[in-house]
């Protein structure tokens, strides 16, 4: 993606944030915790439940209600930055996300630990849209770019973090704390960037200041729970009545949203979500794309059953398993921007693309390789690796193109709905895929069924996956920016 080179006007070099890159590593850390504590929890599965004599269905809600509840209020999370002051939010999600994870490690029960899970959720929407928010207005357009890359980056770098430092976590057993300890962890990185965001953070806030919808917050709840929810605890129960009933009531919801935004627009009031914001050229395409991306959510929940279960890996041996992946997405997030002015507007779906292929390798080696026996590592470990470069590529690749798409005030809504899209692409993810691969298992629990229900599962992965690339074809080509001083 090629780099857009304007001259900055004196007046906006003049407002510019001396502390604007420390900032923005402030507010990264709010980004980064949030989806680190959805995916951290893959691999402390099986000590959760010993340790709390918790089913099935119990460890299900620990993922499940972080991952409804956060999708849910995301976007509601930017809209309060953009009102209050991205600074102010920022603050108070951090806090409450602590407070919230000192709860899930001292969760006596599985019903105080998806509570809190839950709390936890709510801190993180309030937090972590206000890094993607004050892009737009800490940063001048030519270090936009290089800003929203480096986000990209991190919401990938947390999902390697994650399997890695909750792997270690759990084996490590300090004190005798086990899994509580994936939570206790988030305490002193809180306090950390709290003390650090009040001098380095400035207040930001929309220039118009709206007042919060609060129609909106409730009709998109519901909305997004009425999907959400039936697909992550449908299958888990049977899909009863309810699930079916769920589902079939999500177009109504959309539709009264829609409607009730558009008529609060008419009365000249503050809309949610600014419908027109959807007419902006491929963004619809791209948030297309950027819901196939976190499909591989799947990836590291059946990973890690794969591991432990199939192959008898402990818990940190599961993390480390992850480091050819984390090697690719760093390669990928760090020559990103060199493919993206060599292939132009093909760089959306190259990404996509090498992981679909990494993705069957990984498939490939694990059929090949005798039930039990760990797969050849001249085949899994490059086959891991190009899954990695894929979404070391993809995921700052289509952050930028979405975010570049709309105007600077549009930033707060759109990185809402960014990473609603992600999450809500996990959740489906570990619903669905999730559900293929249990499906595939049925009642066995021997290493050869494991290993061909992980199979399968990486298959229809790298199908979304390539759809991903269908729809973000040619989205690569950036939004010109206009500056008084071009």
């Known amino acids: 993606m090629s780099t857009l080179a304007v001259a900055i006007a004196p007046t906006e070099a003049a407002a510019l944030d001396p502390n604007r890159w420390a900032a923005l590593a402030v507010l990264l850390t709010g980004a980064f915790l949030a989806p680190l504590d959805f995916f951290i929890v893959n691999v402390a599965m099986p000590s959760i439940t010993t340790g709390l004599h918790a089913t099935a269905a119990d460890v299900q809600l620990v993922i499940s209600g972080y991952a409804i509840v956060y999708a849910v209020f995301l976007i509601t999370g930017g809209r309060l930055g953009d ?49 993607l928010a004050s892009v737009h207005a800490l940063f001048p ?41 994936i939570f206790l962890i988030n305490l002193p990185v809180s306090i950390i960037a709290f003390i650090a965001a009040i001098p380095l953070l400035r207040e930001t806030r929309s220039g118009h200041r709206p007042r919060l919808d609060w129609g909106g917050v409730v009709l998109s709840a519901f909305a997004l729970t009425v999907f959400v929810l039936p697909l992550i605890e449908g299958r888990e129960r049977g899909w009863p009545w309810w699930s079916i009933a769920m589902l079939l009531t999500t177009p109504i919801f959309v539709e009264a949203f829609r409607r009730y935004e558009l008529r609060l627009a008419k009365a000249g009031g503050d809309p949610l979500v600014a419908i027109e914001v959807f007419q902006t050229p491929g963004l619809l395409r791209g948030l297309g794309a950027i819901l196939t991306l976190y499909a591989l959510a799947a990836f ?187």
């Open 83 to 131: 009102i209050f002051g991205r600074k102010s939010i920022f603050l108070v999600g951090l806090a409450g996300f602590a407070l919230a994870s000192a709860f899930c490690g001292l969760a006596w029960s599985p019903l105080t630990l998806i509570l809190a899970r839950m709390l936890q959720a709510l801190a993180a929407a309030a937090m972590a849209p206000q890094a």
């Open 141 to 181: 357009a030519h270090e936009r770019g290089r800003a929203l890359s480096i986000y990209g980056v991190t919401l990938g770098l947390s999902s390697i973090v994650g399997q890695l430092l909750g792997g270690a976590l759990v084996q490590a057993d300090l004190a005798g704390m086990g899994w509580r300890l």
């Open 300 to 486: 590291f929940l059946t990973y890690s059953i794969y591991l432990q279960s199939a192959l008898d890996f402990t818990a940190l041996q599961a993390g480390l398993a992850i480091l050819p992946f984390s090697a690719g997405f760093l390669a990928g997030s760090t020559f990103s921007p060199l493919f993206g002015r060599w292939m132009g507007t093909a760089a959306s779906s190259l990404g996509f693309v090498l992981s679909a292929t990494g993705l069957v390798g990984t498939a490939a080696a694990v059929s090949l390789a005798p039930a039990g026996m760990v797969p050849s590592p001249a085949l899994a470990a490059p086959a891991l690796l190009l899954i990695g470069l894929g979404m070391g590529m993809s995921i700052p690749t289509m952050v930028r193109v979405i975010v570049e798409r709309v105007e600077p005030h549009r930033a707060g809504l759109v990185g809402g709905m960014v990473n609603s899209t992600l999450q809500v692409s996990a959740a489906i993810a570990v619903a669905v895929l999730g559900g293929l691969f249990y499906a595939a298992l049925g009642t066995r629990t021997d290493p050869a069924a494991v290993s061909h229900a992980f199979a399968l599962t990486l298959v229809a992965i790298a199908a979304c996956h390539l759809g991903g690339a269908f729809l973000g074809a040619g989205l690569g080509q950036r939004r010109r920016v206009s500056c008084p001083a071009e």
